[in-house]
C-alpha cells in the first residue's frame, strides 16, 4: 500500500529508474536491437534491414516506424521536431511530440534549425539541414519494387542482384499514360549507386534535399517491419529516361502569405466558386519568412483594415 | 564487342546451343522424367510430344534452369560464359542469362504477362531489364513488335486484361522475342485458343521463328502444332523419350507401338 502510494508520487517526467515506463517508451533491449538495425542500415545506405517491430501506442500508419526509430536513438538532450504534411500544428505532429516531450524529457521545437532529430513522414523542411542532425520518415512501403512485383522473395532477390530493370517500367507507364513522369511522391532514387529506396511518400520536389544531404536519413516501417537509411554525404540519384530526365514540381504562383517561390506549395480551396490559394506546406518556414517582414497577397493584415473592409 | 569475344562467337557456332546428358527428375516415388539426354543446334525447333502426365512439362522446367534435376546436366552455349551446366552458374548469373538469351512462353499468357501494367510496357519490359534507359527507343521498339504480331496498335496503352485471349498470348509471344533471345521456350503457346486463332498464331511463330533463326523447344499435346512448327520430335512416355527424329519421320512412320498410337489417335476431317 505504502509501496504504491510511492510509485504514485514519481512523475512520469522523472528520469529515475522507478518511473513507470522505461526512458523514451521502449524497453532497452528493444531499443538496443534498432539500434543495431540502424547501424547496419547505416553502413549499407539504402538497404532494408528488417527489425523486430513492436506493437506501438498508436495504429499502424500513424508513424510507428518513425516513432520507434525515435526512441531509439533520443537522448535527453534531444531537441524534437515533428511534422506532418510539413506543418508543425496538426494532430498527428502535435500527438507525437507531446508524446516524445513525456517519455523522453527531451525539448520540442518548430525551429527546423534548432531541432536535433526531425519526425516527418511527407516532407524534408525547407530550411536546408545540417551536420548532427537526424531525419526520422515514416514509411507505409518501404519496397519500391512492390507495386510490380508482389513476391517478397523475388523482390529481395532483384536488391541482391541488383536487377532495377522493373523500376523503369513504372516510369514507362508513367510517360506513356501522361507524356512525362508524373510520379509525384515516394519517387523512386537509388542510393549509392547500388540499392534501389523508396524515399517514404515525400513529394519528388524534396527528391534533390537527400542528395549528399549532412544530416542523417532514417526510414522505418512499422507495419512492414523495415529499417533504412541514408548516411550523409552519399549520392542520391532520382530514376529517369534518357530522354525523359527528373523533374521537380514547379508552380506558377508564390506563396500567398509569405510570398515564396522556392518552397513546396499546398492547394488549398477556399470556396464552391472556384477560389483558391497556395500556401507554404512547411509551417515553420513560412511563419519565419513573414517574421522576417516577406508578405503575400493573402497575408493578415492590421486588424483595422479587416474593419473597414468589413464595413464596405 | 572486342575481338576475341567476335572469335568466341565463331567457335561457339560449332557447339551445340543445347546439351542435355542423363536427366531425371524424381518428384519423392514419382518420377517426373527419366534419363533425358539430346542436343540442340541454334536455329532448330524440337518439339515435345507426350500425353498429359508423360513428364513434359517437368523436362521444360528443369531445362529453363526453373527446377534443378534429381541427376544429370543442361549443358547451355550462353553468349556470356560458353557452354556451361546452368546449375553449375551462380544464381544472379543464371539469371541474367534466362534474362538476355532466354525467352519463355507460357500455356497461360496470364501466368508470362504483368497484368497491372500496360501491353507496351509488357512489351519493353525485357529491353529495361538489360538496361535500356531510353523511353523513345523502347516505346518504338514495342510498337515495332506488336505491329510484327499484327496487334491493333491503338491498344498498345491498355491493360492485357481487356485483351482477348489470342492478344495476350501475342503480346507474351513479342514481349518474349523482342531482346533477341538465342532459345525460347514454349509451353503449348496454343492451347488455350480457339482453333481459327490457333492456326493464325501458329503461322505467325512459324515466320518469326524462321525469320530470327531462332532455337525453340515446343511442348505440346497437339500433333498438329508439332507438324507445323518442328523441326525434330521427341516422344515421351511415362517420364521417358521412347522415339526421337525429324518430324515428318516421326509423325509419317512411327516405329514405337505409343508413338503409332499418339499418332493415329489424332482426328482426321
Known sequence: MNAQANDAALTATSNSPERYYTYGYLDEQTKRMIRRAILKAVAIPGYQVPFGSREMPVPYGWGTGGIQLTAAIIGPDDVYKCIDQGADDTTNAVSIRRFFAKVADVATTEDTAEATIIQSRHRIPEHPLKDGQIMVFQVPQPEPLRGLEPREMETRAMHAYEEYGLQYVSLYENVSAFGRIAATAGYPVMVDERYLMSPSPIPKFDNPKLHNSQALMLFGAGREKRIYAIPPHTTVRSLDFEDYPFETQKWEESCALCAADDSYLDEVVLDDQGQRMFVCSDSHYCSDRRAQGFRGPMAGHELVDIDKDAGQ | MTMTAHQETID???????????????????????????????????????????????????????????????????????????????????????????????????????MRVSGGANVAEPLMNLGRRHYGDMRQASLDWLNRVELDLSRIDDKPRTYSGGMQQRVQIARNLIHAPRLVFMDEPTGGLDVSVQARLLDLMRELVRDLGLAAILVTHDMAVARLMADRLMVMKSGAVVETGLTDQVLDDPQHPYTQLLVSSVLQI
Open chain 2, 12 to 114: 561457339q557456332a560449332d557447339q551445340p546451343l543445347l546439351r542435355v546428358r542423363g536427366l531425371s527428375k524424381h518428384y519423392g516415388m514419382i518420377t517426373g522424367c527419366r534419363d533425358v539426354s539430346f542436343e540442340m543446334r541454334p536455329g532448330e525447333v524440337l518439339g515435345i510430344v507426350g500425353e498429359s502426365g508423360s513428364g513434359k512439362t517437368t523436362l521444360l522446367n528443369c531445362l529453363s534452369g526453373r527446377l534443378p534435376p534429381s541427376q544429370g546436366r543442361v549443358e547451355f552455349n550462353a553468349s556470356r560464359h560458353g557452354l556451361v551446366d546452368i546449375y553449375d552458374l551462380s544464381e544472379p548469373d543464371r539469371r541474367r542469362m534466362q534474362r538476355e538469351d532466354w525467352g519463355f512462353v507460357h500455356q497461360n499468357p496470364r501466368d508470362g504477362l504483368r
